[in-house]
């Protein structure tokens, strides 16, 4: 398969379903119009839990190597159809193609990968007279929401390890990204039974009816803080199980025994892959004294040379800003750095006049309690820090009402590894950042989220825990 078309229905029940309305899905590169989404009604969402409902039953009983095969069968799907689907993602989410594949083919890995993971059973007990056993059983229908940086990648995060347990999913993408996963939607009907896998599509009230929905039985979401506090209220109204994977704001403390010439790029780039736009990326980065200007100038040395562009042109290594509304929370942080008086090394107020295109941003030593410092921008803004003191910048790295990730880089991993020990995050990298694998752990800590992707710890997630005892020797009369 080369090309889509440009008809873009929901999956429900295994057939296509075309919204009650539809809503425009632009290309943030020149804001022209892509598509048009399926805007689904409350009906349509009443129809795909009923239809996930439906399949649950059986999808359960279907033995787990089955569960196991059609879990790889969607990577197939996903690997087959890279080409037009990478295409589509770079059109709506604005990343470039090599990153659109990357995000594709990211979510063939976890599914595939996801799929050799088994569900443990504990034997408790197995004496003469009882046997006892902890199983892990899927809990129903799974509503899993997606945000828009990796649009595919997320969802397949979710869909693997939900439906390798056993439960049966409504998924739901961001209204700035949702074709590539209606597409994907579309590519599996034939694959999985139906009703195992619903894709739906909508506005702004889908989300809280989804999580307010009194036949969903756990919410998967992946998105910000605010919207998270708002989903595990809804959710509470009848105790739903949740995961929540939130915003961040990752330090990356740099100490002075680095190689400047060969970390600065690594550094880029882990500030500003896919522009900025990674719960993961290295949003503070504090830099010891000694290291700080020679840094300073490898890095803008390096920045210099990259180029920001629409994703679908050849060359291009940045997009832009997905979408408006996150265009103006950025440029909102640039404008405040900017009446602050804050010392700016490169970049700044955006002035392209079609596009979200914000330039290579970078601040030099900006106040602690700045919000530049402060707040989570998801976007190509990167805040310089300089220390003395390693205890003061773990303190600084700490004092954040965010634990997603942290960074901390040196030629000494085991005196790294001492500091990375007392950041308070759920991944901690030593020279390095942002790998993740589908076999580890992934959680958020204090604000970041509730929870874990991803590994044994992910896959249990989707599942109720069930002690089973069998007495054997009847009770005497
Ligand atoms: P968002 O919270 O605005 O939206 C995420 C999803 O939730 C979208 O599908 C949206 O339609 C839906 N939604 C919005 N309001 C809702 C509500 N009240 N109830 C239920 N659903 C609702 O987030 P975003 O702007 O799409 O994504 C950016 C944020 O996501 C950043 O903060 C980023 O750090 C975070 N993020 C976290 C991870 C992680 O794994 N921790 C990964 C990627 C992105």
Wanted: net charge negative; glycine share 10%; hydrophobic share 45%.
């Amino acid at each position: 398969m080369t090309s889509f078309d440009d008809d873009f229905t929901m999956t429900i029940g295994g057939k296509a379903v075309a919204g009650a309305s539809a809503f425009d899905v632009l290309n943030p590169a020149n804001e022209t119009v892509i598509g048009r989404a399926p805007d689904a009604s409350r009906e349509q969402l009443d129809a795909a839990v009923a239809a996930a409902r439906a399949a649950f039953p059986a999808w359960r009983a279907t033995p787990f190597a089955t569960r196991q095969k059609l879990v790889t069968a969607i990577a197939g799907v996903l690997a087959a159809n890279a080409e037009p689907l990478k295409r589509l993602l770079t059109a709506e989410q604005g990343k470039t193609l090599d990153a659109a594949a990357a995000d594709v083919m990211g979510g063939a890995y976890w599914c595939q990968s996801t799929a050799t993971l088994e569900l443990p059973v504990t034997v408790n007990e197995d004496s003469e007279t009882r046997r006892s056993e902890t199983r892990h059983v899927p809990i129903g229908v799974v509503g899993a929401i997606a945000p828009w940086n990796f649009p595919i990648l997320l969802a397949c995060f979710k869909l693997g390890p939900a439906l390798l347990a056993g439960n049966t999913v409504v998924l739901k993408p961001s209204p700035f990204t949702p074709l590539t996963t209606l597409k994907l939607g579309e590519l599996l009907r034939d694959v999985l039974p139906p009703g195992v896998l619903n894709v739906i599509s909508g506005g702004d009230s889908l989300g809280p009816w989804m999580t307010s929905h009194p036949g969903i039985d756990k919410v998967s979401f992946t998105g910000s803080s605010q919207t998270g506090r708002k989903v595990m209220e809804s959710a509470a109204a009848s105790l739903k199980r949740v995961t929540l994977e939130l915003g961040g704001n990752d330090a990356a403390i740099v100490l002075p025994d680095i190689d400047v010439e060969k970390t600065a790029q690594q550094l880029f780039w882990a500030a500003f892959g896919n522009s900025g736009q990674i719960c993961i990326a290295t949003k503070r980065m504090y830099v010891h004294a000694d290291v700080y200007e020679p840094l300073k100038a490898a890095l803008l040395d390096y920045a210099k040379t990259v180029k920001v562009g629409d994703g679908a042109e050849q060359g291009t290594q940045l997009g832009p800003i997905q979408n408006k509304l996150q265009f103006g929370r950025v440029v909102s942080l640039i404008q405040d750095a900017k009446d602050k008086g804050y010392k700016f090394l490169m970049g700044g107020v955006p002035d392209a006049e079609k596009g979200y295109f914000v330039p290579v941003t970078i601040l030099d030593n900006p106040p602690e309690d700045s919000r530049i410092v402060q707040e989570e921008q998801f976007g190509p803004v990167l805040p310089l820090l300089k220390f003395d003191n390693v205890d003061d910048a773990i303190a600084r790295a700490n004092a954040s009402e965010y634990g997603l990730g942290a960074s901390v880089w040196s030629a000494d991993t085991d005196a790294a590894l001492r500091i990375g020990e007392q950041l308070q995050a759920g991944t901690v990298w030593i020279n390095e950042t942002q790998h993740l694998s589908p076999l580890a752990g992934f959680a958020g800590h204090k604000q970041s989220g509730v929870g874990v992707e991803n590994g044994l710890e992910g896959l249990l997630e989707y599942t109720n825990t069930q002690t089973i005892t069998v007495k054997k020797a009847l009770a005497s009369a």
